[in-house]
């Protein structure tokens, strides 16, 4: 016989999970619940606070109105944040240091380590020094933008009076620039060595620009097998050639002509990029933006037609075949992710703000009903945990391997589960409970036994 748990509907209902192993435990309607799906545990105050832990994968989460405030830690890694704005981070190094972060973005940064090398104070735009921020290795700055030194990789970049002058210097390169009047870069040929010894070619350039962007004159891939060639005196013509490419454009953005080589194809834009058409082995594309667009290759799809009202893109690279179909963005969409090697197939399907519907690579499904914000940010752990149980009307799911299916009804107001072993229902706040099983059926009116019968039999059982 099936489980003979307390059932009343909003107030208080416990149930196993469908599409998982594990328990769940709702309570005050959306306000409460506590659930256990494999090791995974989590427990949430909808949409006050929510706290997940996994100790299998050492991981913790924690939302405080999400997401004005979350903490997150994996491993020995960790990191709350406020708004994105402040943040306090922490964690070990490739070395095994402990380090600690703090950021008041974007006026304070702060980072400190048993290494003082990797220690790092910013208090913009005053005076500091950052390491792997903001996109580069290491900056340093005194009154920016008076002064301002960036690195990355083995490229340093002085700037006096941001963004008018700079020197820069590398490996074989040096250069300059008095922004936008002139500015001149000329980099030799080097080689790289990778992490097993390898050594590649590194191609050199030259660039120099007058009142940019009106003139400049680039030469790139210098040493390399394409060398590329451009000089632009905009918006009248552009020209770059190379071996493998030629584009040509007059009164830019207006005309453009283009011979891909190397990807076999031929392509003529004006004005770009509303209309564009291309023909060729490698690329075919017909656009007349928004009215209709259409373009493909041997992997890649993309068609619209009075964008945004309709838009299609598919990438087709086996064994991975991907479609997504939007109309007006986020009001419509349906995703199709499949295995061409197992037939196995994913679907989600969403409908905003009604509903969101999902079928994994092994047919679960599961259709929630008002959906106001999924659509937009799916897959979002914080948003399904934090926000989903509050407008979630009615959510059926089905497990065709385990044969299990439920559906419920404005938070238990009505509930039903089905396995191929047992039925149950429950209504009006568990006024009305009915179960049944391979060897019994009871029957709860306002939470008093009525009815307790072995089917095979038809004998009343002991009440």
């Known amino acids: 016989m099936a489980e003979d748990i307390f059932h009343a509907g909003l107030f208080y209902d416990q149930f196993p999970l469908t599409l998982d192993s594990g328990r769940r435990t709702e309570a005050i309607g959306p306000l409460f619940y506590n659930q256990q799906k494999e090791s995974e545990r989590t427990w949430a105050l909808p949409p006050i606070f929510s706290h997940d832990t ?8 924690e939302d405080f109105i999400y997401p004005l405030l979350t903490y997150e830690s994996y ?19 490739p070395e095994g240091n402990g380090e600690t972060r703090f950021t008041l973005f974007p006026f304070y940064f702060q980072q400190r380590s048993p290494d003082t090398n990797a220690n790092y104070t910013a208090l913009i735009p005053f005076y500091g020094h950052l390491q792997h921020r903001l996109w580069r290795d290491k900056i340093f700055f005194v009154m920016f933008p008076l002064y301002g030194q960036s690195q990355k990789r083995d490229v340093v970049t002085d700037n006096y009076l941001f963004p008018f002058f700079h020197l820069r210097h590398g490996d074989g390169l040096s250069g300059w620039q008095f922004w936008p009047l002139v500015g001149n870069e000329h980099k030799e040929v080097t080689t790289l060595t990778n992490g097993f010894g390898d050594t590649s070619i590194s191609g050199g350039h030259d660039i120099f620009f007058a009142l940019w962007p009106f003139y400049f004159k680039t030469t790139e ?19 770059m050639r190379s071996p493998k490419r030629d584009v040509t454009d007059g009164l830019w953005p207006f005309f453009s002509w283009i011979d891909d080589r190397g990807k076999k194809y031929h392509e003529w834009q004006g004005p770009w990029p509303f209309v564009v058409f291309a ?13 209709f667009s259409q373009s493909h290759n041997a992997t890649l799809e993309s068609d619209s037609y009075l964008w945004p009202i309709y838009t299609f893109k598919r990438t087709h690279a086996d064994p991975l075949d991907l479609q997504r179909t939007r109309i007006f963005f986020y009001v419509y969409g349906n995703t199709v992710e499949k295995n061409t090697a197992t037939g196995a197939e994913k679907r989600r399907v969403d409908m905003l703000p009604f509903f969101t519907y999902h079928r994994d690579f092994n047919g ?15 897959n979002n752990r914080g948003i399904e ?54 060897d019994m059926k009871t029957l709860r009116l306002f939470y008093i036994p009525v009815m307790n019968t072995h089917p095979k039999t038809g004998r009343l059982a002991d009440l």
Not at 75 to 93: C, I, K, N, T, V
Not at 231 to 236: M, N
């Open 221 to 239: 891939g210098i040493g390399t097998e394409d060398p590329a060639k451009t000089w632009a005196l905009l918006p009248f013509y552009l020209q």
């Open 75 to 93: 491993g020995h890694e960790y990191r709350w944040q406020f708004l994105q704005l402040l943040s306090f981070a922490g964690g070990q190094d």
């Open 364 to 378: 679960n499904t599961r259709l929630q009903i008002f959906a106001p914000v999924e659509p937009a940010v799916p």
């Open 385 to 438: 945990r934090n926000w989903s149980p509050l407008w979630s009307f009615w959510v059926a799911e089905n497990n065709p391997q385990t044969g299990a299916s439920s559906q419920s009804l404005l938070w238990n107001l009505y509930r039903r589960e089905t396995t191929p072993a047992s039925k149950k229902c429950s209504l009006l706040f568990g006024l009305f409970q009915y179960q049944s099983g391979t």
């Open 279 to 291: 023909r060729g082995e490698g690329k075919t594309t017909s656009r007349v933006w928004p009215l």
């Open 54 to 61: 996994d100790p299998t994968v050492e991981s913790r989460e």
